[in-house]
């Protein structure tokens, strides 16, 4: 295909950024949106020059993929619907609330031969990139990951756990080059009904062990990993994108590595929309975003006890 033709299914604020994106996208047509509340639909086609959809039936047989920017609650069934109707998706984390159900739109769309990413954007940060480029000629010895913000304005229904701390899960899976072994994890809610800061440790099967810790109680956002490896120290600022390195030989001296500046969200789009033409698998597929979720629900039920 010259161009993907995409939709996208609910503009509220991640999606909205979606739409915005396939509309610069040159290997993409932004054929319309759909959201549940037609005047943000509206607005949304209104500014990104597509028409916006009534049902999502419509948009659905107009397109060969879609982002589903919707509440995970509905990923599941709306996924499995435009799975069956053949499309490829661009998922938005996390991929459903019940791992079974991630399991099965996994399954589905491996038997059907259809594109499945997940939207795990900090795998596309570039200060990430750069990092996990350098890490994989070294062996890392332990990670350690602090993702903080301010208690968010709105109602919050989810824990801390998967709306923040499953992007470091993700990306200590994948720097990991073993299995996971074991995960403890402890927590506690303050300002909302579920966990608002969480300290877990994963475990690998050759000896790494890394540390996250994620809380929505701090005045100031953070962003971090570092990372100890046989030869080296990184200090990595995903916020700021911004990777520094410090040998061993001279820990007193910090010496900044090139990042190529970027914007994750797009380079997350640019690739979907090219596994989608070239029939490959995306940076992360929908196995990743399985193996995440099934992660973050163990973390999730050991910070309750």
Same mark, same amino acid.
């Given at each position: ?34 959201d549940g509340d037609l005047v943000r639909g509206q607005e949304a086609a209104a ?7 009534? #049902? $999502?039936? %419509?948009?659905? +047989? @107009?397109?060969? !993929?879609?982002?589903?920017? *919707? ?76 993702r903080y913000s301010p208690y968010p304005n709105r109602i919050f229904d989810a ?19 073993? #299995? $996971?072994? %074991?995960?403890? +994890? @402890?927590?506690? !809610?303050?300002?909302?009904? *579920? ?111």
């Amino acid at each position: 295909m010259s161009r993907v033709r995409v939709g996208v299914v609910g503009v509220g604020v991640m999606g909205d950024h979606h739409a915005r994106i396939y509309s610069t996208l040159k290997d993409a047509k932004l054929v319309g949106v759909y959201d549940g509340d037609l005047v943000r639909g509206q607005e949304a086609a209104a500014k990104y020059g597509c028409p916006p959809f009534s #049902d $999502l039936e %419509s948009l659905c +047989a @107009s397109v060969d !993929a879609l982002s589903v920017a *919707t509440p995970t609650s509905t990923h599941f069934p709306i996924a499995l619907t435009l799975l069956r109707a053949g499309k490829h998706l661009l998922i938005e984390k996390p991929l459903t609330l019940d791992p079974a159900e991630a399991q099965e739109l996994c399954q589905f769309a491996s038997n059907r031969k259809l594109v499945v990413s997940v939207g795990m954007i900090e795998r596309f940060n570039p200060a990430f990139i750069k990092a996990a480029s350098m890490l994989k000629k070294e062996t890392i010895l332990g990670l350690t990951f602090n993702r903080y913000s301010p208690y968010p304005n709105r109602i919050f229904d989810a824990s801390v756990v998967m709306d923040m701390m499953i992007h470091d899960i993700d990306l200590a899976l994948a720097l990991a080059g073993a #299995d $996971l072994d %074991s995960v403890k +994890a @402890s927590g506690k !809610a303050v300002k909302s009904p *579920t966990l608002d800061e969480v300290v877990a440790r994963l475990y690998f099967k050759d000896g790494l062990i890394a540390k996250l810790r994620a809380c929505r109680l701090k005045e100031s956002k953070e962003r971090s990993i570092l990372a100890i490896t046989d030869r080296s120290v990184y200090e990595i600022d995903l916020l700021a994108k911004t990777v520094n390195l410090r040998s061993f030989a001279s820990l007193s001296d910090r010496a900044p590595l090139e990042v190529r500046p970027a914007d994750q969200l797009t380079l997350e789009l640019k690739d979907f929309i090219s596994a989608v033409k070239k029939g490959r698998e995306p940076e992360v597929p929908c196995s990743s975003g399985l193996r995440s979720l099934k992660v973050a629900k163990e973390v999730e039920r050991l910070a309750c006890l």
